[in-house]
């Protein structure tokens, strides 16, 4: 999943979706549909599909849909990675057709309300919800998706300072029965 979102932050969407592909289908199968590896793949895949050069645009807006419902399903709708997914839906439909820019304004709303009011509003993920809404509404230039601003370094900071204690259970799963899948096909 990290190696995938490396090749994706740097521009390299075909490579990132290869990687993340297969992340996803094996952390479906090992780990189930809900699992938060598997949608966390899922949302990283999202995004390199609907990323410029892979043509696979308006596949990645719908997993990213796809994905945001079920991390509402599985997490709530004020979890932070549900708000996360929430956030890169809008900021992707803002970054293509015009037509699409009313659905993105309102979920960037959706998601700036209940960052808001589940994170408080010197959080990092509102602040970066905020930027996006901006841009949206043409009050400033929507950030590209490497760019790495203050407010998003911040919530990338808190994320890794959060991990649940499951977390090494899940790589540790995720390195023998992923990485060997991945090695073999």
Not at 96 to 119: C, D, N, P, Q, S
Request: hydrophobic residues 45%; aromatic residues 2%.
């Amino acid at each position: 999943c990290n190696l995938g979102l490396t090749w994706h932050q740097l521009g390299e969407h075909a490579k990132a979706v290869e990687v993340l592909s297969a992340t996803e289908e094996s952390a479906r199968r090992v780990l189930g549909p809900s699992s938060p590896v598997r949608l966390a793949s899922a949302h990283n895949l999202a995004l390199s599909l609907a990323g410029e050069g892979v043509g696979r645009r308006r596949e990645g807006i719908e997993m990213l849909r796809a994905v945001w419902q079920s991390r509402r399903e599985a997490l709530g709708p004020t979890h932070r990675d549900t708000l996360q997914t929430c956030c890169d839906l809008g900021r992707t439909l803002a970054g293509g057709e015009a037509a699409h820019r009313t659905e993105a304004r309102a979920l960037l709303v959706t998601a700036l309300e209940e960052a808001k009011g589940a994170l408080g509003a010197a959080h990092a993920l509102p602040r970066r919800v905020e930027a996006a809404l901006r841009a949206v509404e043409g009050q400033a230039a929507l950030p590209g998706a490497g760019e790495l601003d203050e407010a998003e370094a911040e919530h990338w900071a808190a994320v890794q300072a959060d991990r649940r204690p499951d977390d090494g259970l899940t790589a540790l799963l995720m390195h023998v029965f992923v990485a060997p899948e991945r090695l073999r096909g």
